[in-house]
């Protein structure tokens, strides 16, 4: 495959490890949340719409997100027609979680509807190692494997230098809350990102799902610092919630870190989220954290 095939991306972190490849220009459509780059959303062709939650409470998402699913309702919608008029020749999507985007199975049963026959690749990673892997995985289907070696390799000397600057310093309890109403703790990749910046981390389990919890949990489970990072919000939105959680869990450090940007996407930018945690855990001892990415709310 060349560098001249046509891309749809179904979810923001493909989206986002297309433009680091430097494929932006062979990008064709994206979803509504596709925001990073700001372009991305605003030059390409929208095929995936769903409901603007931004201005819903944290407990009305959850209720609203429990009842389509009972109701055996997607989250998303896929334009298909649309898609079709693309001509892609490869659609990046996910199975991973029913909550974060159209899954890729669904896809394929439209494509098939319609007579495409574009490849669907599925990009579900589950550990921060996987994440990297999803990077070298769209390269190879794109026609870019040495840019994404090249990234990969980066990447990972990032990573290097991080656990270089905070070897030795001890590794602080850390739990990672994903949602808060009710309160999830985050799974996945999000363990490997603490335990990469220095951290030990509780209440939850590497490489597994998000896990509702309660409070009391929590506590139990003695964490020396708390980071909230709502799935779908930036740093403002994440610290009036750390607030919330502050008032609950009252004496413990509290962070809120920009999530979308630097947590839940399982993209590049998650080495940026490693740096970010390792400031909060290693202060001194990291890498300087650029403005707007993490706040200290308790």
């Not at 949340?33 to 819903?56: H, L, Q």
Request: hydrophobic share 50%.
């Amino acid at each position: 495959m060349c560098n001249s095939v046509r891309i749809v991306s179904l979810l923001p972190s493909a989206t986002e490890i297309v433009y680091a490849l430097g494929l932006g220009d062979n990008l064709v459509g994206v979803t509504f949340e596709c925001d990073e780059p700001a372009s991305a959303r605003r030059d390409k062709t929208v095929v995936v719409g769903g409901r603007d939650t931004s201005t819903m409470r944290p407990a009305e998402i959850d209720a609203y997100v429990r009842a389509q699913l009972a109701a055996g309702k997607d989250l998303y919608t896929l334009h298909a027609g649309a898609l079709a008029a693309l001509s892609p020749e490869l659609i990046l999507a996910q199975d991973l979680c029913r909550v974060c985007a159209l899954p890729a199975g669904h896809v394929a049963e439209a494509l098939d509807h319609l007579g495409c026959t574009a490849e669907v690749v599925a990009l579900d990673p589950h550990t921060l190692n996987d994440v990297l892997e999803t990077i070298v995985i769209v390269g190879r289907h794109a026609g870019a494997e040495q840019q994404a070696g090249l990234l990969v390799a980066s990447l990972r000397q990032r990573l290097a230098n991080i656990a270089d600057r905070v070897a030795g310093c001890g590794r602080p309890a850390v739990a990672v809350v994903e949602w808060i109403e009710p309160p999830f703790t985050a799974g996945h990749w999000v363990p490997d990102l603490v335990t990469a910046a220095g951290g030990q981390p509780v209440a939850a389990e590497a490489g597994g799902r998000s896990v509702q919890t309660s409070w009391a949990q929590i506590a139990a489970a003695t964490p020396d610092v708390i980071v909230v990072a709502p799935c779908g919000f930036g740093l403002d939105e994440a610290a009036r919630q750390a607030e919330q959680v502050a008032a609950r869990l009252p004496g413990m450090p509290v962070w809120a870190i920009d999530a979308n940007g630097l947590v839940v996407r399982p993209g590049p930018r998650l080495v940026d989220g490693v740096e970010a945690l390792a400031a909060i855990l290693h202060p001194g001892q990291a890498a300087a954290t650029p403005a707007g990415r993490i706040r200290r709310v308790a």
